[in-house]
């Protein structure tokens, strides 16, 4: 479980979460909507160690995070993707996999250099790991491509490929359904619910379509103004005065249509 | 020019195109792998040609030294101190973007560099430091020396490619670009971006420092003009751009391309009338800038673009 706690995060003036507390429970799919600017994707970020939070705490099974950078987070099991891409784009995308396996002998400079036969069996299993995963993914066609040539949707399911390398315990993903096409985006929610109920992975997703959402998530935590709105099941949240109101500012939007 | 002359020519060429590759596959392993942008390779290179300058000089009440100690010597301590400097200034600014690693590795590398030409008690200030070896002097005179050192700097050119080859090749070479390509990504797969760039930045500087070196015994007497930061950075970087950044083979190609062409240069400035002449290095620089333009209007990546390096893996079916 992952526990947000009364985090503040501030950036000059401008406070993109605000006092939010929320918890995301083990072996669950969970949502995280709110409208655009609620201060999802900082939430994210300040759980994943990309920003360190002005104010709160950040606990994994109870242990506090709040402090480590995020490379060492990802040691601890936790994985994400991201809104916008970020793929390494002069990299394959079986390098781009690769990568996010652990090598430590490879990834040793002086082994590098004066015995890189040892890095070998490492090496092996790294490949294997990224073409079962690109097999997974559907996607093991596109191994030898330059990440950076790939289409919008492809880099989603690389990014989450990337993830799936690090034998993660919880994936956050951020958007991963955006800009992506129907089809796809199905398959992507299979991929989702197959990697929860078989292997058991934490999963945290930020997406902002609540149909996607109620088939995939078991509950939701609705984010606004940076602050938590409310939790629950889609059902219950989406019958809410609150999340209406912020959704659909104050009614206007209702009234013109 | 008869055929000796030509040869002897080439020869001279293949010495100062040697040192550029050296310090070209060097700035490859910062910016074509590690994405970090320095603008102080000068720094390095002094560090790296004084102290190889004074441990191998002989003594001499001019400054600190000589030592009198062997080539060898000097050429590992030419390379620790300059690793050394480059880990000082990794340490303070690795954290910074690329644009502003450019401003600070230039500020500080030139202040290591000014402050190495200044000192007179170390380095002889503008006077510079003379009667550098060369290697197996006391066998070999005159041409035949000059010979046997354009071998060393093909040894030494060989063994950095070596090294640049087995870093590209290598899981360490595969996080390096992966850092260079996105950062924030890189932290989130588990990297440890700042100690991978150091590292990068630390193996840079200790072939900068040698390839400093190596031109100390080629000059036989280091002076400040010779680090002059137009002819080492600025002509480095258009090297590595123009051959390739990412790509080994580009940076040695760029090197020895864009050395052609300097020299090239030589012989047209030197037709120019002679109140041109104080202007002529500029007028060299200009000549560069105009083949870089050309080059990267037909070859976006450079002449020998990035490729991803060969998997050493078997694949089943
Ligand atoms: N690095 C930053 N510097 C300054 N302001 C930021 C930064 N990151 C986010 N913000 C601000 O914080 C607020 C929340 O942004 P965030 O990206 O977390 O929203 P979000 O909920 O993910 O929105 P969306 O659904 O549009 O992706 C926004 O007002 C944004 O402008
Ligand atoms: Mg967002």
């Known amino acids: ?257 | 020019m008869e055929l000796s002359g030509i040869l002897f020519y080439l020869i001279s060429f293949l010495i100062m195109g040697g040192i550029y590759s050296v310090i070209c596959l060097a700035l490859n392993m910062q910016w074509g792998f590690g994405g970090l942008f320095n603008a102080g390779i000068a720094g390095f290179y002094a560090v790296g040609a004084y102290s190889a300058a004074i441990i191998t000089s002989a003594n001499t009440p001019n400054h600190v030294g000589g030592f009198d100690l062997p080539i060898v010597v000097g050429l590992v301590v030419a390379g620790t101190l300059s690793g050394i400097v480059g880990w000082a200034i990794a340490r303070i600014c690795v954290r910074l973007k690329a644009d502003y690693l450019a401003m600070a590795s230039i500020g500080i590398a030139e202040i290591i560099r000014l402050a190495v030409i200044n000192e007179e008690w170390l380095t002889n200030g503008s006077l510079g430091v003379s009667r550098i070896p060369r290697p197996l002097e006391e066998f070999f005179t005159g041409r035949e020396s000059e010979m046997v050192f354009f071998v060393f700097v093909w040894i030494i050119v060989a063994i950095t490619f070596w090294v640049a080859h087995r870093l590209y090749k290598s899981p360490w070479g595969r996080v390096m670009r992966a850092i260079r390509d996105n950062e924030a990504a890189a932290e989130s797969v588990g990297k440890d971006v700042q100690s991978f760039r150091t590292q990068s930045f630390v193996i840079g500087a200790i072939f900068m420092g040698v390839a400093g070196a190596l031109s100390a015994h080629y000059f036989k007497f280091f002076s400040p003009d010779a680090t002059e930061p137009l002819l080492i950075t600025f002509l480095a970087w258009v090297m590595l751009i123009a051959g390739g950044s990412g790509n080994n083979k580009g940076a040695v190609a760029g090197a020895l391309i864009i050395w052609a062409i300097w020299s090239m240069t030589e012989i047209i400035t030197q037709q120019l009338p002679p109140d041109w002449a104080t202007r002529s290095s500029y007028i060299r620089m200009l000549l560069i800038g105009l083949f870089l333009q050309f080059v990267l209007q037909r070859f976006r990546a450079g002449l020998f673009p990035e490729k991803a390096p060969k998997l050493n893996v078997k694949s089943h079916g």
């Not at chain 1, 507390?21 to 300040?46: R, W």
């Not at chain 1, 315990?169 to 619910?193: F, H, M, Q, S, W």
């Not at chain 1, 902002?208 to 088939?215: A, G, M, Q």
């Open chain 1, 1 to 257: 479980m992952i526990a947000f706690e009364n985090i503040t995060m501030r950036f000059g003036g401008v406070a993109a979460v605000d006092r939010c507390s929320f918890e995301i429970p083990t072996g669950k799919i969970t949502g995280l909507i709110g409208p655009n600017g609620a201060g999802k994707t900082t939430a994210f970020n300040v759980i994943a160690g990309h920003l360190r939070p002005t104010s709160g705490r950040v606990l994994l099974e109870g242990e506090d995070i709040t402090a480590l950078p995020a490379h060492k987070r990802q040691a601890m099991g936790i994985a994400r993707t991201f809104q916008l891409a970020h793929e390494f784009h002069r990299m394959t995308v079986v390098e781009n996999l690769m990568v996010a396996a652990k090598n430590e002998l490879g990834e040793n400079m002086l082994n590098a250099i004066f015995r890189p036969g040892q890095c070998k069996l490492q090496e092996q299993a790294a490949y294997d790991r990224a073409m079962e995963t690109l097999r997974f993914l559907e996607i093991e066609q596109l191994k030898d491509q330059l990440a950076g040539d790939l289409s919008g949707g492809q880099k989603k399911l690389l990014e989450l490929g990337r993830a799936l390398m690090q034998h993660p315990k919880i994936i956050l993903l951020d958007e991963i359904g955006a800009g992506v096409n129907r089809t796809l985006l199905g398959k992507i929610a299979e991929k989702i619910i197959q990697l929860n109920k078989e292997r058991g992975y934490t999963i945290c997703l930020i997406e902002h379509d609540l149909d996607y959402v109620s088939r995939l998530c078991d509950t939701v935590i609705v984010m606004a103004q940076g602050t938590l709105l409310t939790t629950g099941t889609v059902e219950e949240v989406s019958r809410d005065e609150r999340v209406i109101e912020a959704y659909f500012g104050g009614g206007k939007y209702q009234e013109a249509i």
